[in-house]
């Protein structure tokens, strides 16, 4: 999969890097405390939960760069550009 590099990423990276400051070593990102890293990202749980599991990485939706077959104007194009 491809990775994003936006935004929330370099929330998430900073929130980490300052919760690993001050626990200082030994710091495990997979075992930290999911309701302060939720409070400094601004996350809801579930997202957090879902970013955990990736690895701390944020990644793409997973219908982006999907095209619909079908759409509303579907068999009315030729009216429309009338």
Known sequence: MNERRDDLQ???????EEMAAEAGDGFDPQACNLAEFCRRTGLTRSKARTIRKHG?????????GRRAEVTVLTGRTGPVDD
């Open 10 to 16: 370099e929330i998430i990276d900073k929130a980490l």
């Open 56 to 64: 701390f990485r944020a990644l793409p939706h997973g219908n982006s």
